[in-house]
Structure formats: C-alpha cells, structure tokens
C-alpha cells in the first residue's frame, strides 16, 4: 500500500474563493491503485510554502507519492516548479515528457506546461496542471507506471525488463 499526499496550490482555492475541484479529482483516479491518501492540503501560490509542503509531505508524513495540482504555467505567480526542484534531489523526465506528449494531441497549448517529476528521499513528486480536465488527462498517461516507479523507489530489487 503507497502513501499518498496531495497538494492543491491556488491562490484563489486557499483563500476559499474558489472550491478545489482538481485535488478531488486526482483522488478519484488513483482510487484504483494499492494506495492511501494521507494528507491533503490547499495552498496559495507561494515557492517556501510549497516548498515546506512538499518537505513534509516526504520527510515527516513518509508519503510515496506526492501529487502537486497547480502552478505549472507561465503566469507569474505559477512557482511550483521552481519550489519543486528547489526540494528534489533526482528529476524523473520521463514521466513529464509523457504526459506533455500526450497532451500536445489535444491542445498546442500543452507545451508552456512546465510540470516536474522527481525525487526527495523514497518520495516521487509529480507536478500536474491545475484544471480538473488536465489533471485527468495527464495523470491518465502516468497512472499505468506508477505502481512499478514506486516500488523501484521504495528498493524492489526485481529486473525491470520484460524479457
């Protein structure tokens, strides 16, 4: 069983003036996997409150997976990126790299995300945009991988090809 926390990062959600409605979404989908979400947070916009978040969430919850709603485009108060590689020791491109493949199907708008995946400690931290409809379609890409990514992490010494 993975632990999971989930950060939603809105100016506008954290001061209530705006109901989260990606951080719900992003728990429905991962309903499915062998995981437990143990903490969920809405936060303003701002780099050392995500930061400290995102430092919590994986050194003092424990948590596997850390999902990151928000704060990935280009407007000036979208910092999560920035917090996020100010906190992770390894990126792990591959997973971004997908889910703006995947997207560019949909809209050219995909490539000004500037989503981050990577690693602090055994915790992965996956930057997703902040639209329900996004969420979806981007975790949707990643979901398949993540049960192996995490028990890579977490020191399964199993081989990884399938032969």
């Known amino acids: 069983m993975f632990k999971v926390a989930i950060l939603t990062i809105s100016d506008r959600s954290s001061k209530g003036e705006r109901e989260d409605s990606s951080g719900p979404t992003i728990r429905e989908m991962i309903k499915d996997l062998p995981a437990e979400v143990i903490h969920y947070e809405i936060i303003p ?5 995500i930061a400290k978040a995102l430092i919590k969430c ?37 997973f971004s790299e997908a889910m703006r493949a995947e997207s560019l199907k949909k809209t050219p708008h995909a490539m ?13 931290i996956v930057n997703l945009p902040g639209s329900p409809k996004s969420v979806k379609e981007n975790l949707a890409v990643i979901l398949p991988a993540l049960p192996h990514a995490l028990s890579k992490l977490k020191g399964d010494p199993s081989e990884c090809a399938q032969g």
């Not at 997976?65 to 992770?88: F, H, K, M, N």
């Open 45 to 49: 916009d701002e780099k050392e409150q």
């Open 58 to 94: 994986a050194d003092e919850l424990g948590a596997d997976l850390i999902l990151t709603t928000g704060g990935t485009g280009l407007s000036p108060r979208d910092v999560t990126p920035e917090a996020t590689l100010g906190v992770i020791q390894r990126e792990v491109p591959g």
């Open 112 to 124: 000004i995300s500037r989503a981050l995946v990577g690693i602090r400690g055994s915790s992965l």
